[in-house]
T-cell receptor
């Protein structure tokens, strides 16, 4: 089946530094990937839609200069949290869209736990 | 707009009990409906889905029927196991290629099953 990986699975960084999270579709090409943020015991909040070869589309309220998304190839999207602060600590999950039949289905990565100290 | 309302948890059951987690939705067009499961510290896994009215999705003993008349997609399992303990998310997508599969999630329901 379709597999999506994320790297790293967890990361601890100091306040003010930047962190890059990678999302890869391992056995299929994904024109579109999605980035979500999940707070403890809460649902997933869509942050942005990442389109290969073009700029990401950010949801309302998400700072595009803080959460930089790059989708440089059909199998890789990256999320960079710039100048991280403790309030950015969260679980970040990506997903990749795959056309199955006439509908697109999303396959999720295992998530990245970010802790900013 | 699109939204999903999901029964709030947590839900605590004994092993072999019957499970129902309610989910209703609001959508434009003809959405596809999904249940995802998230085990502790992991990402989401698709549990089952239904793409049109009256379809029944099923997997691992779980079932859900797409009810257009009541705009519902309730998750059921006849006999839960300890290994079913996880967070369950109901979700919809607009389907038919719209927005390339963007999902709208409910808030999630934590299920704990005791032996």
């Amino acid at each position: 089946g379709a597999v999506v990986s994320q790297h790293p699975s967890w990361v601890i960084c100091k306040s003010g530094t930047s962190v890059k999270i990678e999302c890869r579709s391992l056995d299929f090409q994904a024109t579109t990937m999605f980035w979500y943020r999940q707070f403890p015991k809460q649902s997933l909040m869509l942050m942005a839609t990442s389109n290969e070869g073009s700029k990401a589309t950010y949801e309302q309220g998400v700072e595009k200069d803080k959460f930089l998304i790059n989708h440089a190839s059909l199998t890789l999207s990256t999320l960079t949290v710039t100048s991280a602060h403790p309030e950015d600590s969260s679980f970040y999950i990506c997903s990749a869209s795959l056309l199955t039949g006439i509908d697109y289905e999303q396959y999720f990565g295992p998530g990245t736990r970010l802790t900013v100290t | 707009g699109n939204s999903v309302t999901q029964m709030e948890g947590p839900v605590t059951l004994s092993e072999e009990a019957f499970l129902t987690i309610n989910c209703t939705y609001t959508a434009t067009g003809y959405p596809s409906l999904f249940w995802y499961v998230q085990y502790p510290g992991e990402g989401l896994q698709l549990l089952l889905k239904a793409t049109k009215a009256d379809d029944k999705g099923s997997n691992k003993g779980f079932e859900a029927t797409y009810r257009k008349e009541t705009t519902s997609f309730h998750l059921e399992k006849g006999s839960v196991q300890v290994s079913d303990s996880a967070v369950y998310f109901c979700a919809l997508s607009e389907g038919r290629g719209s927005t390339l599969g963007r999902l709208y999630f409910g808030r999630g329901t934590q299920l704990t099953v005791w032996p």
